[in-house]
């Protein structure tokens, strides 16, 4: 009887021995397989988050070049109407600071209105304005306007005190 104990004894040493290398053996292997899976998925997800926000940012830049455009075109239209108006109807002066005081406030984009320079550099300005120019002859806006024909844009206005 103890012959036969002590072999059980041994057997259940021995099985205890083998569970314990089989738990030893297969729990870094699982560890090492769950942190390889983490890795992978974060590599992955994060090149997919990258496309992603490359993607959206692309499309936001432009969704924002069309309504800059968009914009752009609208004042220049504005602009262009103006023009015509003032050159198809031939104002005298009092009537043209009439059609110049009617744009004061009536564009938030140019809230200034707008004014308009002639062949002797005197400018025509909306009565309520505040914009004072010192030599429009010898001005930017003023001489790249005697180029054109149709209305466009040309480089930014600089006022009296240096500022664009």
Do not use: C, H
């Not at 021995?14 to 390889?36: D, E």
């Not at 075109?73 to 109807?89: C, P």
């Not at 009537?95 to 110049?100: E, F, H, N, R, W």
């Amino acid at each position: 009887m103890k012959k036969q104990e002590k072999q059980k004894r041994k057997q259940e040493k021995g099985s205890g021995s083998i569970k314990t290398k089989i738990i030893g053996t297969v729990i870094p292997i699982i560890t090492i397989l769950i942190i390889a899976m983490i890795v992978l998925s974060y590599s992955i997800s994060s090149k997919m988050i990258y496309k992603n926000a490359i993607g959206l940012l692309d499309s936001s830049i432009g969704y924002q070049s069309a309504n800059i455009a968009a914009w752009l075109d609208k004042n220049l239209a504005s602009f262009s109407m103006a023009k015509r108006t003032i050159e198809q109807t031939k104002p005298a002066d009092g009537d043209l600071q009439k059609i110049v005081d009617a744009y004061y406030g009536y564009n938030a984009d140019y809230p200034e209105g707008l004014y308009i320079a002639d062949m002797e550099g005197n400018v025509v300005k909306a009565s309520a304005s505040d914009r004072t120019f010192s030599d429009a002859k010898n001005a930017t806006w003023y001489k790249e306007g005697l180029t054109r024909v149709n209305m466009r844009y040309g480089t930014a206005y600089q006022s009296a005190d240096g500022t664009n």
